[in-house]
């Protein structure tokens, strides 16, 4: 690897003084990046590599082909769905006690995300608990050809935490060379009437191969036990939102997010049975089709071992196929002390499918 593209992104890639973090906490804004010349992503990719050598090598995880009969005539759009860990969370409230403190240094941590990321090469990335926007994904992924946007949360419980990076939010990147932006609108979720904590960002996309549009939405509703019908007032808030943009499903649609709630719980029920005909994606890796995986996220907290289904990827099963979706990590991958670890940067795993367009989609409808 040339020196210049190495010296470049070790300037990149450090950490904001506290004095240009404080400038970005109310900035929504992207920075311009437009003089900075693109990255190789093989380059990058031996970067975080040399970073992490005296880490274990990364999980072996393979893609289930889920295609159906059906032709399609344009190439898969790949869609990556993860909660990469706000890195003041990680080190400053989430207590992950089988975790050693080394494991979450942000050093070599956000290289096992970036690593992650390279691997799977998605064309629309959905990413949560991101505290780290505006110092790391904005630079380096929008010179991987990325359009970038953020939404942090009002009140981010970043900002409690000593020396953090500014508050945590959701972004969305795509890539320009694949899709161009319509429309875009940041979310700030309510519930019972009320302004919440909890945001989402929606946009409306031109896939340059097809000229069809859809929508691509990311969120990360209310966390914790006794909040289940706050996050079902969230999710109805959100799919009247989209309702409005998709134009009442005419414009197929892909949501993202970590919805902090498992199948059983109302919000759930809400998305299944919205007029919105959605599906959730990574039902289709169970023999029956319709049953989630047994995990999404499993960690050990002081209060014991916590192993949930949050995560997931809803699409328009009239107008979208999953052509096929990433399987997840066996326990044994993923070891007795759970995650994060030095293998993996996240508690939690990221979901990754393949889709394409139907070619008849209102005869489903």
């Not at 670890?341 to 508690?347: A, C, I, Q, R, T």
Request: charged share 25%; glycine share 4%; net charge negative.
């Amino acid at each position: 690897m040339g020196n210049s593209t190495s010296r470049l992104y070790s300037a990149l890639a450090k950490t904001l003084s506290s004095s240009a973090v404080s400038q970005h906490q109310d900035c929504l804004e992207q920075p311009d990046s437009a003089q900075l010349e693109p990255i190789d992503p093989k380059d990058l990719l031996e970067e975080c590599q040399l970073v992490l050598q005296k880490r274990p090598p990364r999980f072996q995880r393979d893609f289930v082909d889920l295609k159906k009969n059906t032709a399609s005539n344009h190439r898969p759009i790949r869609v990556m769905q993860w909660n990469i860990l706000a890195q003041a969370l990680g080190e400053g409230k989430d207590n992950f006690v089988q975790c050693p403190i080394e494991a979450l240094k942000w050093e070599e941590r956000k290289c096992l995300i970036l690593e992650e990321i390279l691997a799977y090469k998605p064309d629309i990335l959905c990413l949560q608990e991101v505290d780290h926007y505006f110092d790391t994904f904005e630079p380096l992924l929008s010179r991987l050809g990325y359009q970038c946007t953020f939404f942090p949360k009002p009140w981010s419980p970043c900002l409690d935490v000593e020396q953090n990076n500014g508050p945590d939010g959701c972004a969305l990147f795509f890539l320009k060379e694949r899709f161009e932006l319509i429309n875009s609108a940041n979310i700030r979720l309510t519930a019972m009437k009320l302004k919440t904590n909890q945001v989402a960002i929606a946009q409306t996309l031109k896939c340059s191969e097809t000229g069809r549009l859809f929508c691509i939405a990311v969120t990360h509703l209310k966390a914790r036990t006794g909040w289940e019908r706050f996050r079902s007032a969230q999710g109805c808030d959100l799919l009247q939102n989209l309702k409005s943009i998709t134009q009442g499903a005419k414009i197929p649609l892909i949501i993202c997010g970590d919805f902090n709630a498992e199948p059983t719980e109302e919000v759930y029920r809400e998305f299944s049975n919205s007029s919105l005909n959605l599906n959730s994606a990574y039902k289709l890796l169970s023999p029956d089709g319709q049953s989630e995986p047994p995990y999404t996220t499993w960690k050990i907290r002081p209060s014991g071992e916590c192993r949930h289904t949050l995560d997931y990827i809803w699409y328009s099963q009239h107008a979208l196929n999953v052509n096929s979706a990433l399987g997840l990590l066996t326990e044994e991958q993923i070891g007795p002390n759970r995650l994060p670890s030095f293998n993996y940067p996240s508690d939690h795993l990221s979901l990754v499918c393949d889709f394409s367009f139907n070619q008849d989609p209102d005869r489903l409808l």
